[in-house]
């Protein structure tokens, strides 16, 4: 089976980074993909908001480089988790887990270099299990 999910886009807002109580460090990002087609001669567009949590030494180099509007290359893997919520009721949320992450386009106002955040996949002990994520707190 596969559980694959490639991204290009532009993030929609600075990233949240944040330690959880086992020292491990999370970034959480909204990354905006858009879909362009022409529809009886009239160009329509839609944009798609995706969630995306990066574990480890990813970690850093989100934190370095990664602001709104920075276009990134995202590989990684579906992920649904639910919680309670404070009326208790079942929430769920399905997020990107990257694994791959690539910066593109102009490094701020400077050259077009793309840089290389990370490659090659992340181990499972990389990401929490369901019982190190905040309770209560979609990130």
């Known amino acids: ?29 909204r990354l905006a993909t858009n879909e362009r087609w022409r529809s009886e001669g009239e160009w329509t567009e839609r944009t798609e908001w995706h969630n995306v949590v990066v574990w480890g030494r990813q970690v850093d180099i989100v934190e ?3 602001v709104k509007g920075r276009q990134l290359y995202v590989e990684g ?21 990257a694994r791959t992450l690539q910066l593109l386009g102009r490094r701020g106002n400077g050259g ?9 996949a992340l181990g499972e002990s990389e990401g ?12």
Do not use: C
């Open 112 to 120: 077009d270099q793309a840089v290389a955040a990370g490659s090659g």
């Open 64 to 66: 370095q480089y990664v």
């Open 1 to 29: 089976m596969v559980n694959k999910v490639i991204l290009v886009g532009h993030v929609g807002a600075d990233p949240e980074i944040r330690a959880l109580s086992s020292g491990k460090r999370v970034a959480n990002l």
């Open 77 to 97: 893997a579906l992920r649904t988790r639910s919680w309670q919520d404070r009326d208790g009721r079942t929430r769920y949320a399905t997020e990107v887990h």
């Open 128 to 139: 929490p299990g369901l019982a190190e994520a905040p309770a209560g707190a979609p990130f």
